[in-house]
């Protein structure tokens, strides 16, 4: 037990009440350093844990220094509802501790910031690197100024009207590649989406149903249904995977296509593992780790 006179105070836990809101996000999220904040308990209604951060940062028990140790990186579809789906690995790989390196909304050039920092620091065995889905601005139409002479005072001529692409993969290979050349105890996963070819074009909003992560289907979120944004979402995170998948076989680094293990296209039911475009229903978490495990089993012996 610990006296007056040697009590560590890094020990201590703060306990807060769960919510589904940004005000609970702020709880959480550190914004000056881009990264959660550590030893958080929150908790819901009846006193039950829902999720802890740890003493190191991460979404997950305290570090077990008894344990290899295995990261999880990622934005929201890592981080995940309640203790989320990494802490489950640990069923299937005894003698690995398997923390959540997630963190909602987070730009796939901050996962890659956030991962060698912490590596820089502490004693990863491996690194599981999903990408996400962000940083990602859809194609838009701007309207500019007509050009003109800088001698002319007016200009009568009508505004040009553009069309910007869209964008968020441009630097991803130059800045994956250098990040698995410095952290090479890494495994690279794809990112999922409900979305498949066969329906982008079409109006999914017939299939939105309120409910639970477990029983309700939605868009993504608060953001208003659009064919157009559903297309280009899927576009751009197939583009991402693709660079993944590229850079993965030009350096010899395992890829775990989990993209493709999760395909929807080849679905009865495009809804039945994602609560939205983006993220995996709860009880998939079991089906997914199984998954993940089969592909990398032979690392964790």
């Given amino acids: 037990m610990k006296t007056a006179g040697n009590f560590d105070p890094s020990g201590l836990r703060t306990v807060l009440p769960v919510a589904d809101t940004d005000v609970f996000k702020a709880l959480y999220y550190d914004r000056e350093h881009a990264a959660l904040r550590p030893n958080l308990t929150f908790v819901d209604r009846t006193g039950a844990i829902v999720f802890e951060t740890n003493e190191v940062g991460l979404k997950g028990d305290p570090v077990d220094a008894s344990r290899k140790l295995a990261v999880v990186w990622g934005d929201s579809v890592v981080f995940g509802s309640g203790r989320s789906w990494p802490c489950l690995l640990d069923r299937l790989a005894p003698g690995w501790q398997f923390l959540n390196g997630g963190l909602d909304g987070d730009p796939y050039s901050n996962i890659l910031g956030r991962a060698a920092e912490f590596n820089s620091r502490c004693p990863v065995e491996l690194n599981l690197l999903m990408l996400g ?100 979402g899927f576009e751009h995170i197939t583009e991402r995977n693709d660079i993944a998948r590229a850079v993965c076989a030009r350096l010899g680094v395992r890829l775990v296509d989990v993209c493709a293990a999760f395909d929807t ?33 032979d690392l964790l012996g």
């Fill in 133 to 232: 889905w962000h940083h990602f601005v859809p194609a838009r139409q701007v309207i500019r100024a007509a050009p003109r002479p800088r001698w002319l005072v007016w200009n009568n001529d009508p505004p040009e009207e553009i069309w910007e692409p869209r964008s968020g993969n441009e630097n991803l290979q130059g800045e994956l590649t250098s990040f698995l050349q410095r952290v090479p105890n890494t495994i690279v996963l794809t990112t999922p989406t409900a979305l498949n070819r066969q329906i982008i074009d079409r109006d999914l909003s017939p299939y939105f149903v309120a409910g639970t992560d477990e029983t309700g289907f939605r868009f993504l979120g608060d953001l208003p249904y659009q064919t157009d944004a559903q297309r280009q």
């Fill in 265 to 297: 296209e080849r679905s009865a039911e495009f809804r039945e593992h994602f609560y939205d475009v983006l993220h995996f229903r709860p009880r998939s978490y079991p089906l997914l780790t199984r998954f993940i495990y089969a592909e990398i089993k």
